[in-house]
């Protein structure tokens, strides 16, 4: 005799086995030591440590400014203001804040005001400024308004105006999530994990004014600067730091001459003696410091000799000059990397602005 076999209880018992086994078996899936979801604060240490990266591309733009010279593989087309092709050397700003600070720090913001943990969340709104005021400046025209969008494959470039919009906009509100009342209970949370300021909420405020302030100083070599950014430049850095023991600094530990391998130190640092081998400064750095920039033949590139003939310096000087280490005493150049000197209120610095009606004198 021959037995019938019932396909539709084998499909019911195996549809019963699937539903009452599936969510054990997707379990696997579960990685406990990469988890989807993180506490927004264990964000922040990894976030601040990739600002290491800032002094890499110094490589590429203090060449191509002229205020070093490089013999370094890679970076030697950039004094003549082109890349090397199939190379991302120079683009290591790019990948912080977008990659390696990126989503993080998006995540950080995001759980942070979800949850009401403002001291966090305006954190992170002053370190997003800070990144992407570096950024605009470095590349220009940057991705602001389709960056992070999950599942975009193509992205439009915004122009720097809309960019310098943004990252005033994320200052002021880091400023004001900070001066919020925060209920929090952080503990150690964020002093622990913040290498900058220790969790110190006023030096984080100074800091904000302080990227502002450089945000704007940027624009000095507009013809509207006097009349529409110089006045928030001061107002700025009167909220900004007033002494030294303000400034926001990181330590990366590297190992030192310890170190397993000598890239974990810093490449500016007396370990890797980058400095003194295939990096230097450019002449043109201590003339634009000293006030001795020459003047330059149009036709040939050489510079005049002075007449009459001067010992202490022999070329002819351009006209005007930016002196940087001095104080400007004089009607003349107005210089915001003088007059505005974040680190500084504990000595005399005044600031001076060429105007054609007034000059201005104001201690800070």
């Not at 410091?289 to 009459?308: E, F, I, Q, W």
């Amino acid at each position: 005799m021959i037995k019938k076999i019932s396909f539709s209880g084998i499909m019911l018992a195996s549809l019963l086995f699937i539903t009452t086994s599936c969510e054990k078996w997707l379990d696997v899936n579960d990685n406990i030591d990469g988890p989807a979801y993180v506490p927004g604060y264990l964000y922040l240490a990894g976030i601040e440590q990739n600002y290491q990266g800032l002094y890499f591309d110094i490589r590429a733009i203090a060449p191509m400014v002229q205020m070093m010279g490089t013999s370094t593989t890679n970076f030697t087309n950039f004094p003549g203001h082109y890349y090397q092709a199939g190379n991302d050397a120079g683009g290591e700003l790019w990948r912080m804040t977008y990659w390696l600070q990126g989503k993080n720090l998006e995540n950080m913001i995001n759980q942070s005001e979800e949850e009401g943990r403002w001291n966090l969340a305006g954190i992170g709104y002053i370190m997003k400024a800070f990144s992407w005021d570096q950024l605009t400046k470095y590349h220009g025209e940057v991705i602001l308004e389709d960056a992070f969008i999950e599942k975009l494959l193509t992205h439009d470039y915004d122009y720097q105006p809309a960019v310098y919009a943004a990252v005033k906009e994320w200052a002021y509100k880091g400023i004001k999530y900070l001066q919020r009342v925060d209920t929090s209970a952080y503990g150690t949370e964020i002093s622990a994990n913040d290498y900058i300021y220790q969790g110190d909420k006023a030096k984080w405020i100074k800091f904000a004014y302080g990227i502002m302030a450089r945000n704007l100083v940027s624009l000095s070599n507009k013809t509207n600067f006097n009349t529409d950014y110089a006045q928030d430049v001061i107002k700025f850095a009167d909220s900004s730091f007033t002494s030294y023991l303000d400034d926001a600094t990181l330590k990366v530990g590297g190992g030192g001459s310890a170190a397993a391998q000598s890239a974990y130190n810093n490449f500016w640092g007396t370990v890797r003696g980058n400095l003194s081998r295939s990096n230097w400064q450019h002449e043109y750095a201590v003339q634009l410091l000293t006030g001795s920039v020459p003047v330059y033949d149009p036709a040939t590139g050489n510079k005049p000799p002075m007449v009459p003939a001067n010992t202490y310096y022999p070329f002819q000087l351009a006209v005007p000059q930016i002196i940087c280490d001095t104080i400007i005493t004089v009607v003349g150049h107005y210089d915001p990397r003088v007059a505005v000197k974040l680190g500084t209120k504990d000595d005399a610095t005044y600031l001076y602005m060429d105007n054609a009606r007034s000059i201005q004198k104001r201690k800070y």
